[in-house]
């Protein structure tokens, strides 16, 4: 079921136990602009239904957060200018030209090229997959891009990220609203989950500059200002006790700076700057 946030934004939550992230519609007075594509065909038909039940202009726009398979692989579905940044561009690119029939998908999961949740995703949610190509996008932008949608203006900007250098974001002004992706997260490389700790401040510099109340991630509820700057604080705080790849530092260090110990969140976010130590040193 759709959400409703105001009178021209909506959005599909996630849903974890299917890999499929948060898509988000926005109306103006003439069209709709909707962000991230879903996770395969199914996914982005269910929303497009869902859409449609509204009654709201057209969907002329598609912009697509990063290129993750799970935020562009139901884009086929629609009828839409589809916007990427550049570098989301090329990366994208790789996938127009993969087939996705048993044989195909199991190669690319033994070349590390997919993994085997996306396979297992496609097999379920692609029908006729056998003969599915992706298509292509439309417009790249390098650093960003206004859209008005009649009375309500779109600002669809790259940001820096410690989730993947080609996150964008999209901002609606006049709702402070803001569309993040999985900008705001971290990523996992050579199967350790971590944040690097050189991108983390510019990204909270690129992020916080937004005067937004909403704040919509990928795989999350929705957070407003309040939750976000804790999340903030709490990455700060376990970034600025983790200099080695020693959590037990970490952990000394954090208790000296805070004259307490991290909560939940921050041990967890120790452990991911700890892993960042250990991939920097490979
Ligand atoms: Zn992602």
Not at 232 to 257: G, P, V
Not at 268 to 279: G, S
Request: proline fraction near 3%; charged fraction near 25%; hydrophobic fraction near 35%.
């Amino acid at each position: 079921m759709l959400n409703k946030l105001s009178n021209s934004i909506y959005y599909l939550p996630n849903q974890d136990e299917r890999e499929r992230p948060t898509l988000g519609v926005i109306c103006g007075d003439n069209y709709s602009l909707v962000i991230d594509a879903g996770n395969s065909v199914k996914h982005a038909r269910e929303f497009i239904a869902e859409v449609e039940d509204l009654n709201v202009p057209p969907i002329k726009y598609l912009v697509i957060t990063h290129a993750h398979w799970d935020h562009f692989l139901g884009m086929n579905e629609f009828d839409a200018t589809i916007i990427v940044n550049t570098l989301t561009n090329q990366l994208i690119k790789d996938w127009v030209n993969l087939s996705f029939d048993d044989v195909s998908l199991q190669s690319y999961v033994e070349e590390n090229k997919m993994s085997s949740l996306c396979m297992e995703v496609i097999k379920n949610e692609i029908p006729k997959r056998e003969s599915f190509k992706l298509k292509n996008t439309d417009i790249s932008f390098e650093k960003s891009l206004t859209i008005d949608l009649g009375n309500k203006i779109c600002l669809i900007d790259r940001v820096r990220s410690t989730h993947t250098d080609d996150s964008t974001i999209v901002f609606v002004p006049n709702e402070k609203v803001l569309f993040l992706g999985d900008s705001a997260y971290g990523t996992t490389k050579n199967k350790l989950f971590h944040y690097d700790q050189d991108m983390l401040l510019p990204m909270m510099e690129d992020i916080k500059k937004y005067d937004a109340k909403d704040y919509l991630l990928g795989h999350e509820s929705i957070c407003d200002l309040e939750e976000m700057n804790v999340y903030w604080d709490e990455l700060i705080l376990a970034n600025q006790a983790t200099q080695s790849k020693s959590i037990e530092s970490a952990l000394e260090r954090f208790k000296i700076n805070n004259k307490r110990e991290p909560n939940e969140n921050e041990l967890f976010f120790i452990k991911a700057f700890v892993n960042n130590q250990i991939l920097k040193s490979q």
